[in-house]
């Protein structure tokens, strides 16, 4: 099946915010969990966030907590990361994943079906 796209991301200073969007095919999207995850150059993959397929259950990365939400729009099959107070150590490319498990299923990275090519953000000091 088609994989997510994701766009919204860019250069942004340190306490700035982003706010990425990952559109995926609509055959899926309603139920599948969907969730972010980020890789630094030189970093393992990380979990950053992930919500179920209904929206009412999320899931963070202790390193985002509190600065980034998660939401999605099932209407337009899409899903949302809104990043605020964006540091240097944010920097790394984005990638949307999405899998029929639950969200907590994402944040061990287990089922996971959809994988988008990834987006870049850097955080400048």
């Known amino acids: 099946q088609a994989q997510p796209v994701e766009s919204g991301g860019g250069l942004v200073q340190a306490g700035g915010s982003l706010r990425l969007s990952c559109a995926a095919s609509?055959?899926?999207?309603?139920?599948?969990?969907m969730g972010w995850f980020r890789q630094a150059p030189g970093k393992e993959r990380e979990f950053v966030a992930s919500?179920?397929?209904?929206?009412?259950?999320?899931w963070f990365g202790n390193s985002v907590k509190g600065r980034f939400t998660i939401s999605r729009d099932n209407a337009k099959s899409t899903a949302f990361l809104q990043m605020n107070n964006l540091q240097p150590g944010d920097t790394a490319v984005y990638h949307c994943?999405?899998?029929?498990?639950?969200?907590?299923?994402?944040?061990?990275?287990?089922?996971?079906?959809?994988w988008g090519q990834g987006i870049l953000v850097t955080v400048s000091s």
């Open positions: 919500i179920s397929a209904s929206g009412t259950s999320t």
């Open positions: 609509e055959h899926s999207f309603s139920n599948y969990a």
């Open positions: 994943a999405g899998g029929p498990g639950s969200e907590l299923d994402l944040f061990y990275y287990r089922r996971v079906e959809l």
